[in-house]
């Protein structure tokens, strides 16, 4: 193993749920702990959702090069520590990496067989609600997180798979098809074992999910976008 996935996701489209179900399911996967100089949120615990550091800490960070990326996404820092990957690689574990657009795009430049997945939402109308029953983030912060996500939703082309979170429990077992099929491929490339009728059903599942196979698909959603951002 020692693949890495990338999930990134405009903020209320369901990637935290999501993420947290397939780490239940699927074993052999080591989710990195990122380092962020927001504040935590009622609930959060420092070493558990991220590692929560001053400015000064973060930037002393970077200087040592301890960082494999890292980004500064709404006013704050996010980073990915280097030690996650060498961990994931001692343990013979796929590395799964929560991270934004940027820091998306700064992997796939080191680590180019990364395999990059982008959560959407069903329409825009849907993630307003979402963020809004989440009821983390005051109403300023919610209509920010919006004109965000329209702009990060442009980036969708770069990524390897597009999942849209219609359906919880069909995400999940999207999420976990493409995680699979995609280990799968890397066995067989290395001839360590043959196909199976449950690897050709993970792999057609996976497909589905490909970018050349939901461009179509796509279209009503970015359009639910941008109408509401031309709207302004
Ligand atoms: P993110 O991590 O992308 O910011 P969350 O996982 O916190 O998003 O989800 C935002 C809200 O949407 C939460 O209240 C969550 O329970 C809900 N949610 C997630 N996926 C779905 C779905 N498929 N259908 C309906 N609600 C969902
Ligand atoms: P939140 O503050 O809501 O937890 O996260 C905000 C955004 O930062 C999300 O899009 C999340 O994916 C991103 N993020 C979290 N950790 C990292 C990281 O280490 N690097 C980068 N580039 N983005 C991150």
Request: net charge neutral; glycine share 6%; proline share 3%.
């Amino acid at each position: 193993m020692s693949g890495v996935f990338i999930i990134s996701a405009p903020s209320g489209s369901g990637k935290s749920t999501l993420v947290n179900k397939v780490r239940e399911i699927v074993p052999g996967l080591k989710f990195s702990i990122s380092y962020t100089t927001r504040p935590p949120r009622a609930g959060e615990e420092n070493g558990r959702e991220y590692f929560f550091v001053s400015r000064a800490e973060f930037e002393e960070m970077m200087r040592k090069d301890d960082f494999l990326e890292y980004a500064d996404v709404f006013g704050h820092y996010y980073g990915t520590a280097r030690n996650f990957l060498s961990l994931a690689q001692q343990e013979g574990k796929d590395l799964l990496l929560d991270i934004d657009v940027q820091g998306a795009a700064q992997i796939k430049g080191k680590i180019p067989e990364a395999v990059s997945i982008f959560i959407l939402p069903p329409n825009r109308q849907e993630l307003e609600k979402r963020l809004r029953t989440r009821s983390l983030d005051a109403e300023a912060v919610i209509q920010r997180r919006l004109v965000t996500a329209s702009r990060e939703i442009e980036n969708y082309g770069k990524y390897d798979y597009i999942l849209v979170n219609d359906r919880l429990d069909e995400s999940i077992d999207a999420l976990k098809s493409i995680l699979l099929a995609e280990r799968r491929k890397q066995a067989g490339v290395h001839g360590q074992r043959q196909e199976s009728a449950d690897d050709t059903n993970l792999m057609t599942k996976a497909e589905r999910c490909r970018l050349e196979n939901v461009r179509q698909r796509l279209q009503p959603i970015l359009a639910s976008f941008a109408q509401a951002t031309s709207g302004r």
